[in-house]
């Protein structure tokens, strides 16, 4: 997926031509979220290096740093390829290996892409330090740290850490440690995302320090997460910070209070088809094909079902909520007993997302508004998406 950022507009009459479903990104609220984050990992003195499954889009990255590549994260090879394709030569890849995927990556370094990979096991540093030597290539790789129980990774004071490190270090391989402070999207006050982002923190740093009392260097300390991202205070001892989530947001991101449902930067625009009066329907094209699956609003104080929904002016429309959803089927229901609002037949509307990443994989390209304009047209996006999902 590429979108060309070249041509700006936001009529809502730009948005009545395609068919829909489709995905829709502001651009000016992208710019905006972009420069938000960049300005706090400015102050806190570290890289800020973006997590791109998000967007899955040059030109979305292209925004952050104008004609010159910045660092980047990738969640799958396909990515990384493309990303490379595109002129990307620092990545890391931030999935835990195998061994069928190293050849892939072993290419990437032969073409000069310095592509860092992701272990938290003995195993893998083992299978990783014999590629390196059979290929004649050191693999960079990061030992994931455990911060916080949600997934992957080895706690700071594990006894196979050092031995990690060791056969990295004895391969050339070892770059440093990484973190991920997943249960910090369930961090519903500023004080609980202020906690979990000193934790993950202190977590990656001590990792780090206790390689170093080995005798093993660590050039990188990576932490990041959105929600820890916007509340960290301190990063002493970080050298990086990664985010994705933060180009877009969502509902989720909003229900936490890391940002505002005005900043949401990706919506779907859908068509009304039918109404069902005996159970409070409104039925739209847009079902879980446009939207994707996620409920991530449902363990939140306020659940938004599968998305808040406004005009095409991005308007909310009070009350209405998209609560269900089937393959290309969406339900519109009005919360609290309001009233439905007479939305006839071929009424469009934009649906919020709870999850940005999730409801931008379910679509080929985007198109491409700027909220800060009336005219022109909205340009149709279609580039990368097959190189990065194998559609």
Same mark, same amino acid.
């Given at each position: 997926?590429?979108?060309?950022?070249?041509?700006?507009?936001?009529?809502?009459?730009?948005?009545?031509?395609?068919?829909?479903?489709?995905?829709?990104?502001?651009?000016?609220?992208?710019?905006?979220?972009?420069?938000?984050?960049?300005?706090?990992?400015?102050?806190?003195?570290?890289?800020?290096?973006?997590?791109?499954?998000?967007?899955?889009?040059?030109?979305?990255?292209?925004?952050?740093?104008?004609?010159?590549?910045?660092?980047?994260?990738?969640?799958?090879?396909?990515?990384?390829?493309?990303?490379?394709?595109?002129?990307?030569?620092?990545?890391?890849?931030?999935?835990?290996?195998?061994?069928?995927?190293?050849?892939?990556?072993?290419?990437?370094?032969?073409?000069?892409?310095?592509?860092?990979?992701?272990?938290?096991?003995?195993?893998?540093?083992?299978?990783?330090?014999?590629?390196?030597?059979?290929?004649?290539?050191?693999?960079?790789?990061?030992?994931?740290?455990?911060?916080?129980?949600?997934?992957?990774?080895?706690?700071?004071?594990?006894?196979?850490?050092?031995?990690?490190?060791?056969?990295?270090?004895?391969?050339?391989?070892?770059?440093?440690?990484? $973190?991920?402070?997943?249960?910090?999207?369930?961090?519903?006050?500023?004080?609980?995302?202020?906690?979990?982002?000193?934790?993950?923190?202190? $977590?990656?740093?001590?990792?780090?320090?206790?390689?170093?009392?080995?005798?093993?260097?660590?050039?990188?300390?990576?932490?990041?997460?959105?929600? $820890?991202?916007?509340?960290?205070?301190?990063?002493?001892?970080?050298?990086?910070?990664?985010?994705?989530?933060?180009?877009?947001?969502?509902?989720?991101?909003?229900?936490?209070?890391?940002?505002?449902?005005?900043?949401?930067?990706?919506?779907?625009?859908?068509?009304?088809?039918?109404?069902?009066?005996?159970?409070?329907?409104?039925?739209?094209?847009?079902?879980?094909?446009?939207?994707?699956?996620?409920?991530?609003?449902?363990?939140?104080?306020?659940?938004?079902?599968?998305?808040?929904?406004?005009?095409?002016?991005?308007?909310?429309?009070?009350?209405?909520?998209?609560?269900?959803?089937?393959?290309?089927?969406?339900?519109?229901?009005?919360?609290?007993?309001?009233?439905?609002?007479?939305?006839?037949?071929?009424?469009?509307?934009?649906?919020?997302?709870?999850?940005?990443?999730?409801?931008?994989?379910?679509?080929?390209?985007?198109?491409?508004?700027?909220?800060?304009?009336?005219?022109?047209?909205?340009?149709?996006?279609?580039?990368?998406?097959?190189?990065?999902?194998?559609?």
């Amino acid at each position: 997926m590429n979108i060309p950022l070249n041509t700006t507009s936001t009529a809502a009459r730009d948005l009545t031509d395609p068919d829909t479903p489709f995905a829709v990104v502001d651009v000016d609220k992208t710019r905006r979220n972009i420069e938000r984050l960049q300005a706090r990992a400015d102050r806190l003195g570290v890289t800020l290096r973006p997590h791109v499954k998000t967007a899955k889009s040059l030109d979305v990255v292209a925004l952050m740093h104008g004609d010159t590549p910045c660092p980047v994260t990738v969640s799958t090879l396909a990515e990384a390829e493309a990303f490379a394709d595109g002129g990307y030569t620092d990545i890391t890849y931030a999935v835990g290996i195998d061994p069928h995927k190293l050849p892939r990556v072993i290419a990437l370094l032969r073409r000069g892409v310095r592509l860092r990979i992701l272990l938290d096991s003995v195993e893998q540093a083992a299978f990783v330090a014999e590629a390196s030597r059979r290929a004649g290539i050191a693999v960079p790789a990061q030992i994931e740290i455990d911060c916080d129980g949600h997934r992957g990774g080895l706690k700071p004071d594990a006894p196979a850490l050092p031995e990690v490190g060791r056969i990295l270090h004895d391969a050339g391989c070892l770059d440093g440690v990484l $973190t991920h402070a997943g249960e910090s999207y369930f961090a519903y006050t500023p004080e609980e995302q202020r906690l979990a982002a000193k934790n993950e923190r202190d $977590t990656a740093v001590a990792a780090a320090e206790r390689l170093r009392a080995a005798g093993l260097p660590v050039d990188t300390v990576s932490v990041g997460s959105t929600p $820890t991202a916007h509340a960290a205070e301190d990063l002493t001892g970080v050298t990086e910070l990664r985010a994705g989530n933060y180009v877009f947001f969502d509902l989720v991101m909003a229900g936490l209070g890391v940002c505002q449902v005005e900043d949401l930067a990706l919506s779907v625009v859908v068509t009304v088809i039918g109404h069902r009066p005996e159970y409070g329907w409104i039925v739209t094209d847009g079902g879980w094909m446009a939207m994707s699956r996620d409920r991530g609003t449902a363990v939140q104080a306020q659940d938004q079902g599968y998305g808040l929904v406004t005009d095409l002016n991005g308007n909310l429309v009070p009350n209405l909520v998209m609560t269900a959803a089937s393959q290309e089927h969406g339900t519109l229901t009005a919360r609290d007993a309001a009233d439905l609002p007479d939305l006839p037949v071929g009424t469009r509307l934009r649906i919020l997302p709870n999850h940005a990443c999730a409801t931008a994989a379910q679509h080929r390209g985007y198109h491409v508004i700027d909220g800060t304009r009336s005219t022109g047209a909205v340009p149709v996006i279609e580039a990368l998406w097959q190189r990065v999902t194998g559609w």
